[in-house]
DNA sequence: TCTATAGTTCCATATATATCGAACTATAGA
DNA sequence: TCTATAGTTCGATATATATGGAACTATAGA
């Protein structure tokens, strides 16, 4: 496993990788929870799916820039890197979690 | 060939159906050269693309409620919803558009 | 009515992405 | 050192999406 993530700097990223990150279901609602909850583990947040398809979908978030997630012993705290985000793409993330659905 | 096109009522619209009309090259390269032009035919934007393909992108432009089709004549005029986008999703596509590579 | 132009639709194929089980790793605690 | 827990990695399969050729349609203009 690896013990330590690398978190892209989010100057090098370009928007599309943003929104491919965020284009999708699951991942959508990652961001949402984390977003109310501020702060949690990946298993918290894993909605009766496989830690497989979890590990994934982090992954991905974690390479578009839009989480940083921290080793604390056993357990990942996944946040919301959203100041980084606003000073990249601001209003983009605002814009986001602002919406609610159709 | 449809000479008439439904543009969906953006009230009925989710951000993840916008999101992924936008998570594309492609439609991302539309939607910022028709954001430079105002108003652009389809064939204005179809760098040297087959038709087919270019055709498909805008059908999931127009279904993701990102641009409006006016027909005139035998060319397709293109416009951006902005106005009706930034009512329903504030802040979205300035920050979008905002965007510049890495 | 013939032709050219703009764009669509259909269909098959290619490509990317998601899903998920199984095996693995890393840490904490008994 | 043994076990449980959290999460990753691998690999195989499924599914969605993009690509592009060919045939089609609709309109304008000669």
Redesign the pocket.
């Known amino acids: 496993?690896?013990?330590i993530?690398t978190h892209p700097d989010l100057d090098e990223l370009d928007i599309l990788t943003v929104l491919?990150a965020l284009a999708?279901p699951?991942?959508l609602d990652i961001v949402r929870h984390l977003h109310s909850l501020g702060e949690a583990?990946?298993?918290?947040l894993?909605a009766s799916?496989?830690?497989?398809?979890?590990?994934?979908?982090?992954?991905?978030l974690r390479a578009g820039g839009i989480l940083h997630?921290r080793?604390e012993?056993?357990?990942?705290?996944n946040t919301l890197r959203l100041e980084e985000l606003e000073k990249r793409f601001p209003g983009l993330m605002t814009a986001i979690l602002a919406a609610s659905g159709p």
């Open positions: 496993m690896a013990n993530y491919r999708d699951v991942r583990s990946c298993s918290t894993l799916r496989p830690k497989s398809s979890m590990s994934h979908h982090f992954q991905v997630t080793i012993g056993v357990t990942h705290r």
